[in-house]
């Protein structure tokens, strides 16, 4: 692919990502959410929308990541990276390797940021982010790290759940694997 058309479809990717972000106009969280959802964005979660744009478009330009939405979040795949996900807002940045319960663990943690909004960061963002280096560090067992309080919550408003040790995504969010979609999800091409 010539360059100038490469940058052109980041360039709409980017686009979408904001779009999709300034302006939420599918949500599953009922009648009249988009208008409460959009001025949530801009008044009480003002700082987590901006800093998930400012990651979002970073991802899409410098890291070639594909904008998807997915239930009311907006999810940037990034490619070719190892497996990862954080939310930062109404912006879902994970591996394009990650499954289905990941993201809903991810949604979990932007529904905390719509609840918290600035506040986010210094109960939410910053415990699960030392956490996180602190785990890595012991080498412990997977499930061990979503016991952690930022975890579990993130995983009950997800909606992920544990059967027999294995962290699964509720049966309506399961990737179809023909389409690497999840119901609920768009696509940006």
């Given at each position: ?11 709409r990717?980017?686009?979408?990502l ?24 801009w ?15 970073v ?16 999810v ?16 879902l940045?994970?591996s ?14 932007w ?8 506040f986010y960061w ?8 030392l ?9 412990r ?48 091409s």
């Amino acid at each position: 692919m010539p360059a100038a058309q490469e940058i052109g479809g980041r360039g709409r990717t980017l686009a979408r990502l904001f779009l999709w972000v300034a302006f939420p106009l599918q949500t599953h969280l009922g009648p009249g959410s988009k208008a409460l959802l959009f001025l949530h964005q801009w008044s009480w979660g003002l700082l987590n929308t901006l800093v998930g744009l400012a990651a979002g478009g970073v991802a899409v330009m410098l890291l070639h990541g594909r904008v998807r939405r997915r239930r009311s979040a907006t999810v940037v795949l990034v490619p070719g990276r190892r497996w990862f996900g954080v939310a930062l807002g109404p912006v879902l940045l994970v591996s394009d390797r990650v499954p289905a319960h990941v993201l809903d663990h991810e949604t979990g943690h932007w529904l905390q940021s719509i609840l918290l909004g600035p506040f986010y960061w210094p109960v939410i963002g910053l415990p699960s982010v030392l956490h996180a280096l602190w785990f890595r560090r012991q080498n412990r067992a997977p499930l061990d790290y979503y016991r952690f309080y930022t975890e579990s919550w993130a995983d009950r408003w997800g909606g992920v759940r544990t059967v027999g040790g294995i962290r699964r995504a509720p049966p309506s969010a399961t990737p179809s694997r023909a389409e690497g979609a999840t119901p609920g999800e768009s696509a940006d091409s």
